[in-house]
């Protein structure tokens, strides 16, 4: 009877950890609240908990799901260790959504509980890119082997509970790969995070994948090899589900992660759905979504944006050069398509966002300077993510690199695409190192971001949004050294959270160095915010502002943009126009005939 009744109290310890990576200095990248969830978290928490509602381990055996976000959250391990002990380690740490630069930092954590004899299991697309584009033993696998750490590569969905079962009983495989059957997400567990974990974030917002997959071919992305070519979405009623999940525990704010909402066959009926949730029913939502710089071709996909709460939408803009484009394989992308798109964005009142890849085989520090010019002058472009052009395990890139003996970098924690990590035909290392950092200080220029704001009060974007995005984009690399997506509000660090192999510093160092510069940066923050504020205020109260037009801002108008310098700076530019002029004339006599 006694044994009956423990067992029918024996509760699974399920941690689920997303871990963060190391800064330049060796210390856990950590804040206080960090800029955005993770929406690998989110997933997996979705399948777990549905997991623990079905009572897969039977109905005598409980789960108890813990879920930590490293970026925001200190992993106690000493405490999980003995809360683990305590129930006879029947339980597992999954290190979840792991990305090659956080691949060192999650062995680092994994570590502990190994030597504990608590059972381990880390995927995401460090795992999964390295098993589908390179052999077994690639990039540091074997640590995972021989640690004893089981590896999962694919995707969780209806597959995770296989894993929860193999720990439970003791017989925890060292490799699920899943890369040849990936799940149809349809009516699957939907993403979602409980608020505790949320209000670790800035804006109390949370994330979710309304489709996974990618048609497209671009060399330095790992997406299409890691989540496949072929699509796969949710749908409206999974959406509506995640959003009523959330808006119960007050959020209503999301990032939509997919790669490009644009190509998801079911976007009307999501936004339809989402049109009616907010306007309806009164949750007043609020999106970021991911699109390609070709989305403004579909009718009415920009206005049922605006309609389902898109406030800022992202755009894989990459770069202005046709010439690097053909050769990253990104030939979706069409220069001549960038002002149409963007001003239509703009009509709506919507915040742009785009990322642009620094290192491509044409670049130089002098053209990369050129096009930063020529995109602040003629794009309606808000805000810039720069990011450097990095050979990530699972890309093409990096296949190809790896299969050629070319040198990269073996520190894989420096692979959150802002190192240099592989050689360049036109820059040396510390060239493209500082051009990258120039970049930032020459889009974010302080005339530069009045521009801006002249740019949001002619169009409708809200004025204190962009103020928020600006700030946090201008000040954090040369404050911080890390990438604005990496960051967030007060910078933490510990002692004991140094890099393994890296001297342990004195802490009579360490904390006044610590604090004094968390000051430092802290009045130059209060000093940038100050100064922004009040550009935005007197741009504001002038009349003008509301009718400013510049380059720019002008409208599109046949073969008008012809003459500017996107088109004429480059050969591909000129191309690419000639182009566009000989399809009209072909399309012109067709008709004619």
């Given at each position: 009877?006694?044994?009956?009744?423990?067992?029918?109290?024996?509760?699974?310890?399920?941690?689920?950890?997303?871990?963060?990576?190391?800064?330049?200095?060796?210390?856990?990248?950590?804040?206080?609240?960090?800029?955005?969830?993770?929406?690998?978290?989110?997933?997996?928490?979705?399948?777990?908990?549905?997991?623990?509602?079905?009572?897969?381990?039977?109905?005598?055996?409980?789960?108890?799901?813990?879920?930590?976000?490293?970026?925001?959250?200190?992993?106690?391990?000493?405490?999980?260790?003995?809360?683990?002990?305590?129930?006879?380690?029947?339980?597992m740490v999954a290190l979840v959504g792991v990305q090659s630069n956080q691949y060192p930092r999650a062995l680092d954590i994994a570590r502990p509980f190994r030597h504990a004899n608590i059972p381990v299991c880390m995927g995401g697309f460090h795992i999964s890119g390295c098993?589908?584009?390179?052999?077994?033993?690639?990039?540091?696998?074997?640590?995972?082997?021989?640690?004893?750490?089981?590896?999962?590569?694919?995707?969780?969905?209806?597959?995770?509970?296989?894993?929860?079962?193999?720990?439970?009983?003791?017989?925890?495989?060292?490799?699920?790969?899943?890369?040849?059957?990936?799940?149809?997400?349809?009516?699957?567990?939907?993403?979602?995070?409980?608020?505790?974990?949320?209000?670790?974030?800035?804006?109390?917002?949370?994330?979710?994948?309304?489709?996974?997959?990618?048609?497209?071919?671009?060399?330095?992305?790992?997406?299409?090899?890691?989540?496949?070519?072929?699509?796969?979405?949710?749908?409206?009623?999974?959406?509506?589900?995640?959003?009523?999940?959330?808006?119960?525990?007050?959020?209503?704010?999301?990032?939509?992660?997919?790669?490009?909402?644009?190509?998801?066959?079911?976007?009307?009926?999501?936004?339809?759905?989402?049109?009616?949730?907010?306007?309806?029913?009164?949750?007043?939502?609020?999106?970021?979504?991911?699109?390609?710089?070709?989305?403004?071709?579909?009718?009415?996909?920009?206005?049922?944006?605006?309609?389902?709460?898109?406030?800022?939408?992202?755009?894989?803009?990459?770069?202005?050069?046709?010439?690097?484009?053909?050769?990253?394989?990104?030939?979706?992308?069409?220069?001549?398509?960038?002002?149409?798109?963007?001003?239509?964005?703009?009509?709506?009142?919507?915040?742009?966002?785009?990322?642009?890849?620094?290192?491509?085989?044409?670049?130089?520090?002098?053209?990369?300077?050129?096009?930063?010019?020529?995109?602040?002058?003629?794009?309606?472009?808000?805000?810039?993510?720069?990011?450097?052009?990095?050979?990530?395990?699972?890309?093409?890139?990096?296949?190809?690199?790896?299969?050629?003996?070319?040198?990269?970098?073996?520190?894989?924690?420096?692979?959150?695409?802002?190192?240099?990590?592989?050689?360049?035909?036109?820059?040396?290392?510390?060239?493209?190192?500082?051009?990258?950092?120039?970049?930032?200080?020459?889009?974010?220029?302080?005339?530069?971001?009045?521009?801006?704001?002249?740019?949001?009060?002619?169009?409708?974007?809200?004025?204190?949004?962009?103020?928020?995005?600006?700030?946090?984009?201008?000040?954090?690399?040369?404050?911080?050294?890390?990438?604005?997506?990496?960051?967030?509000?007060?910078?933490?660090?510990?002692?004991?959270?140094?890099?393994?192999?890296?001297?342990?510093?004195?802490?009579?160092?360490?904390?006044?160095?610590?604090?004094?510069?968390?000051?430092?940066?802290?009045?130059?923050?209060?000093?940038?915010?100050?100064?922004?504020?009040?550009?935005?205020?007197?741009?504001?109260?002038?009349?003008?502002?509301?009718?400013?037009?510049?380059?720019?801002?002008?409208?599109?108008?046949?073969?008008?943009?012809?003459?500017?310098?996107?088109?004429?700076?480059?050969?591909?530019?000129?191309?690419?126009?000639?182009?566009?002029?000989?399809?009209?004339?072909?399309?012109?006599?067709?008709?004619?005939?």
């Open positions: 009877m006694a044994q009956h009744l423990e067992a029918r109290h024996r509760r699974f310890q399920l941690v689920l950890i997303k871990p963060s990576h190391y800064d330049d200095d060796g210390y856990v990248i950590r804040w206080w609240r960090a800029m955005i969830p993770s929406n690998s978290l989110a997933a997996i928490y979705g399948i777990a908990r549905d997991c623990a509602e079905r009572e897969i381990l039977g109905p005598d055996i409980g789960i108890d799901i813990v879920v930590i976000d490293e970026t925001n959250t200190r992993i106690k391990t000493a405490a999980l260790i003995e809360t683990l002990r305590r129930n006879g380690n029947f339980g098993l589908a584009m390179l052999d077994g033993a690639a990039v540091e696998l074997d640590a995972c082997r021989d640690m004893g750490i089981a590896m999962f590569a694919g995707e969780a969905e209806g597959r995770l509970e296989t894993v929860i079962r193999d720990a439970a009983e003791g017989t925890l495989k060292s490799l699920y790969n899943f890369m040849n059957d990936l799940p149809n997400i349809d009516g699957a567990p939907v993403p979602f995070l409980p608020k505790d974990s949320i209000q670790h974030t800035l804006g109390l917002s949370s994330s979710f994948d309304a489709g996974r997959g990618c048609p497209y071919q671009c060399s330095f992305c790992t997406i299409i090899n890691v989540q496949g070519r072929k699509s796969r979405f949710r749908s409206a009623d999974d959406i509506e589900t995640l959003v009523r999940l959330n808006w119960a525990q007050g959020i209503h704010k999301f990032f939509i992660t997919d790669d490009n909402f644009a190509r998801n066959r079911d976007w009307e009926a999501i936004f339809d759905r989402l049109i009616e949730l907010k306007e309806k029913h009164g949750i007043p939502l609020g999106l970021m979504i991911q699109v390609d710089t070709l989305c403004h071709k579909i009718p009415n996909f920009i206005e049922k944006s605006k309609r389902a709460g898109v406030t800022r939408v992202f755009i894989g803009l990459e770069n202005v050069n046709p010439d690097n484009l053909v050769a990253a394989k990104k030939n979706q992308n069409k220069i001549t398509e960038y002002r149409k798109m963007l001003l239509a964005w703009k009509a709506q009142g919507i915040m742009t966002l785009a990322g642009y890849i620094l290192g491509f085989p044409a670049d130089t520090p002098d053209t990369i300077r050129r096009d930063i010019r020529i995109i602040q002058e003629e794009l309606p472009l808000d805000v810039i993510e720069f990011f450097v052009l990095t050979p990530l395990p699972g890309s093409e890139d990096h296949q190809k690199l790896w299969r050629n003996g070319i040198g990269m970098d073996p520190d894989l924690n420096k692979y959150d695409v802002e190192h240099v990590c592989t050689a360049h035909e036109k820059m040396s290392k510390v060239e493209w190192e500082a051009i990258y950092q120039e970049a930032w200080s020459l889009y974010y220029s302080p005339q530069h971001m009045k521009t801006l704001l002249r740019r949001a009060v002619a169009t409708g974007v809200p004025l204190a949004s962009l103020v928020k995005v600006l700030i946090s984009f201008a000040t954090t690399v040369p404050l911080e050294n890390v990438h604005p997506l990496q960051s967030g509000i007060l910078r933490l660090k510990r002692l004991d959270e140094r890099r393994p192999g890296l001297k342990r510093e004195h802490p009579l160092w360490f904390w006044p160095k610590f604090v004094g510069g968390t000051v430092v940066k802290h009045v130059r923050l209060a000093g940038a915010i100050v100064s922004l504020c009040l550009s935005a205020y007197l741009i504001a109260r002038n009349a003008s502002s509301k009718t400013y037009m510049d380059q720019a801002l002008m409208p599109v108008k046949d073969d008008d943009d012809t003459h500017l310098s996107l088109f004429t700076q480059t050969r591909g530019g000129h191309a690419a126009v000639q182009h566009v002029k000989k399809i009209a004339e072909l399309t012109k006599r067709s008709s004619a005939g």
